[in-house]
């Protein structure tokens, strides 16, 4: 079980571009939710897919848009970006027991 | 609203125990979690608790739960080098609901 993974491992961006970030959630599991952590800080939720359908939102402005596809497998685009979108993208994934998360290693967008 | 606080930075030494502290502010949480973060890696869920519980242990991990006072404690026995890392508490409705963390602990483990 190749359990999350996430594409790119890094990123570099110019303020105003669009970037899009990918995971493949563990093997069986079928919701995927997003987390932006930036330097210093927690992790803060940004949406959660199941159903190929947003299915909670997090205090993020609509710059932030994702995608879950048929093989349960999600995209996070973020358009228009700014400096402080600088930060450790996370995926994590959730199955039937859905007391636990299980983590991505992240994608690191840097935006200059 | 949703907040979680805790301390910075944490040092011991090897083989001494560590204690990390947290606390919340949203008396509905149905679960707290403790999650790993090693430098340059995702987060590692380590353990968690159901609100209406007040002790877990899981080999060198002890978690207490101090619902009253909205106060969750991570206990690490014998605490080693790899054990160095950033140690986040979280919370949550349970189920598939958002997951709130704090800003996370450092732990230094001194040889």
Same mark, same amino acid.
């Given at each position: 079980?190749?359990?999350?993974?996430?594409?790119?491992?890094?990123?570099?961006?110019?303020?105003?571009?669009?970037?899009?970030?990918?995971?493949?959630?563990?093997?069986?599991?079928?919701?995927?939710?997003?987390?932006?952590?930036?330097?210093?800080?927690?992790?803060?939720?940004?949406?959660?897919?199941?159903?190929?359908?947003?299915?909670?939102?997090?205090?993020?402005?609509?710059?932030?848009?994702?995608?879950?596809?048929?093989?349960?497998?999600?995209?996070?685009?973020?358009?228009?970006?700014?400096?402080?979108?600088?930060?450790?993208?996370?995926?994590?994934?959730?199955?039937?027991?859905?007391?636990?998360?299980?983590?991505?290693?992240?994608?690191?967008?840097?935006?200059? | 609203?949703?907040?979680?606080?805790?301390?910075?930075?944490?040092?011991?030494?090897?083989?001494?125990?560590?204690?990390?502290?947290?606390?919340?502010? +949203?008396?509905?949480? *149905?679960? @707290?979690?403790?999650? %790993?973060?090693?430098?340059?890696?995702?987060?590692?869920?380590? #353990?968690?608790?159901?609100?209406?519980?007040?002790?877990?242990? +899981?080999?060198?991990? *002890?978690? @207490?739960?101090?619902? %009253?006072?909205?106060?969750?404690?991570?206990?690490?026995?014998? #605490?080693?080098?790899?054990?160095?890392?950033?140690?986040?508490?979280?919370?949550?409705?349970?189920?598939?609901?958002?997951?709130?963390?704090?800003?996370?602990?450092?732990?230094?483990?001194?040889?």
């Amino acid at each position: 079980d190749a359990g999350v993974t996430q594409s790119p491992t890094h990123l570099i961006k110019t303020r105003g571009q669009q970037v899009t970030l990918r995971c493949s959630p563990k093997s069986g599991h079928d919701t995927v939710s997003w987390y932006q952590q930036a330097l210093g800080q927690g992790p803060q939720f940004i949406f959660q897919y199941y159903e190929e359908e947003e299915r909670q939102r997090g205090n993020f402005p609509d710059r932030f848009s994702g995608h879950q596809f048929p093989n349960y497998s999600s995209e996070l685009n973020v358009n228009a970006l700014l400096l402080g979108d600088s930060a450790l993208y996370l995926c994590a994934s959730l199955g039937t027991s859905a007391n636990e998360q299980f983590f991505g290693p992240g994608t690191r967008l840097t935006v200059l | 609203g949703e907040d979680v606080e805790q301390s910075l930075f944490l040092s011991v030494r090897e083989g001494d125990s560590s204690v990390i502290n947290c606390t919340y502010t +949203d008396s509905s949480s *149905t679960y @707290l979690y403790w999650y %790993k973060q090693e430098p340059g890696a995702g987060l590692q869920l380590l #353990t968690y608790i159901f609100s209406n519980m007040d002790m877990k242990q +899981d080999q060198r991990l *002890t978690v @207490l739960l101090n619902k %009253k006072d909205k106060h969750l404690s991570l206990r690490i026995a014998d #605490t080693q080098t790899g054990d160095s890392a950033i140690y986040f508490c979280a919370e949550s409705y349970g189920g598939y609901q958002k997951v709130t963390f704090g800003t996370g602990t450092k732990l230094q483990v001194i040889p």
